[in-house]
């Protein structure tokens, strides 16, 4: 009897289990996997995803975004386990899984057709079957007409379409992400390849380590903005900025996998920017980067030198004859005094046609008249110099001239650098009250990583504009010192320190 009495109740726990993960996605993770330990953060996710999940079948669209670190089960969860799980609820759904590589797409799609065959699988869902005629990695579907296309962002989808869609980090390092062309094919993939493969009522899913202000995330949270689709958003730093639900400020995601001494190592490894974006979720930090915060001198109306007694010099940035539409011409004026220290006095910033840019390119010299005006060599020859010259002929200022710039075919931060060294000395002074330097600032603090770059390459002409007109040496950039540095010293010095090991 008592036999009898624990088989049927083993068997009513054993059912309970099951109908426990047909409902709740941790319990069917686990389910498949005996030996994982979530954290609350994981439990988090599934039940957004549960959420995600019912949003897709009832046809709502769901738009789901989540910022998560490296190496905290982010994939595991929403790339490997949730496909399968809600292929089982809706075995008739198409799902597209995209990485920033075909191979790790189709390593994901394993593990999803692995679930999807075990045994067990169909105990908790009889009705999902895969259709082994068409059982590829790439590629495998389900005898409902379901199935799950695995697919490296950038790839093809025709003919495939999705009733969920998912995008698991779509690049891969620094490199790609810091490239302006990658940058946009990505966007450019997923507008005119993703995003016309969803169903009706079809949700996106995507997940990711934040790298630069321009990611894919980025451009989806400007475009949400703008009144393009509604995201729900979690972010989830490593460390907590803030008190949240379930932890405090300054307590780490997942204690039992990185605690926070391992957090800090980390941070001393990577160093501040890629720590504050890998993870922190925070691809800008708020002190800036390459330009810092307190690097910033600024000056009120009556601390300016007389203008008599400063080298007015203006540079031009153009826009003209970029790939991105959005890009922005920025004319900068500046005073230099004898000490050579510069005093930026004006910035005008728009999105001007060449007509409309040459007559800004005239008004700035009329109210600065400037010693020297600056512009962009293959911009004149590209498409401004006929405009240019006929313009200042027609509103006779013959005293207007210009100087061709150079950039020597060196990027971006090479050219700041000498602007960064001056800064860096207290050599440079913004006029903090002035309606266009809120916008100035922000985009020096989030350059590199910034979406736009426009007001910083001009006042690095302005430095390269120097040379040429005054040559002196430019100031030296500050940098930390290195490990070797710090090891060098230990061995001459011994431990003053405390610990070279910090290095």
């Not at 409902?23 to 389910?31: D, G, S, V, Y």
């Not at 460390?239 to 605690?259: C, N, S, V, W």
């Not at 210009?402 to 000498?418: E, I, Q, V, W």
Request: one cysteine or more.
């Amino acid at each position: 009897m008592t036999d009898n009495f624990d088989s049927l109740e083993a068997a009513r726990q054993e059912l309970a289990k099951r109908e426990l993960a047909r409902r709740r996605l941790m319990p069917f993770i686990q389910k498949f996997n005996h030996s994982y330990e979530p954290g609350w953060v994981h439990k988090d996710i599934c039940q957004r995803l549960e959420k995600f999940s019912d949003d897709v079948i009832a046809r709502k669209s769901p738009r789901l975004m989540l910022f998560m670190p490296p190496r905290h089960g982010k994939s595991e969860i929403a790339t490997r386990n949730f496909p399968a799980w809600h292929m089982g609820r809706a075995p008739q759904h198409e799902i597209i899984a995209s990485s920033y590589s075909g191979a790790l797409a189709m390593k994901f799609s394993r593990k999803a057709r692995s679930i999807v065959r075990d045994p067990e699988f169909s105990t908790l869902f009889p009705d999902t079957k895969i259709d082994e005629t068409s059982a590829s990695a790439e590629n495998w579907l389900t005898t409902e007409g379901g199935g799950y296309l695995a697919a490296g962002v950038g790839g093809g989808l025709t003919g495939n379409g999705a009733h969920v869609g998912i995008i698991d980090d779509p690049v891969k390092n620094r490199e790609e992400a810091e490239s302006e062309n990658t940058q946009q094919n990505i966007i450019d993939w997923y507008t005119s390849t993703f995003y016309t493969r969803l169903a009706p009522g079809g949700g996106v899913l995507v997940i990711l380590t934040r790298w630069h202000d321009n990611d894919l995330a980025g451009w989806l949270l400007r475009e949400m903005e703008k009144g393009g689709d509604q995201w729900e958003v979690v972010v989830y730093p490593a460390i907590a900025t803030k008190d949240e639900k379930f932890r405090k400020k300054g307590e780490p995601l997942h204690q039992a996998r990185y605690p926070l001494e391992a957090l800090h190592g980390i941070k001393r490894a990577v160093g501040a920017r890629d720590w504050q974006a890998l993870y922190q979720q925070n691809p800008v930090s708020e002190d800036g980067d390459f330009f810092q915060k307190k690097d910033f001198r600024y000056y009120r109306a009556a601390e300016l030198p007389p203008l008599d007694e400063l080298s007015t010099y203006t540079a031009w940035d153009m826009a003209i004859g970029t790939q991105e539409m959005n890009d922005y011409s920025v004319g900068v004026t500046v005073g230099i005094d004898r000490r050579e220290r510069i005093w930026v006095l004006d910035v005008v910033r728009g999105q001007w046609g060449s007509l409309d840019l040459v007559e800004q390119i005239l008004d700035t010299y009329a109210k600065w008249r400037s010693d020297m005006t600056g512009i962009e060599k293959g911009v004149i020859e590209m498409a401004l110099g006929p405009f240019l010259e006929t313009r200042t002929k027609e509103r006779e200022m013959w005293d207007f001239s210009y100087t061709k710039l150079a950039t020597g075919k060196r990027d971006k931060a090479l050219r700041a650098r000498p602007m960064q060294g001056r800064m860096q000395q207290g050599m440079v002074f913004f006029p903090e009250d002035a309606p266009w330097f809120q916008d100035f600032q922000n985009e020096f603090l989030r350059f590199p990583s910034g979406v736009h770059d426009d007001q910083v390459d001009a006042l690095a002409w302005i430095g390269q504009m120097m040379q040429m007109f005054n040559p002196v040496p430019e100031p030296p950039v500050v940098k930390p010192p290195s490990w070797k540095d710090k090891l060098s010293k230990f061995i001459t010095h011994g431990d003053s320190d405390n610990n070279w090991r910090t290095a």
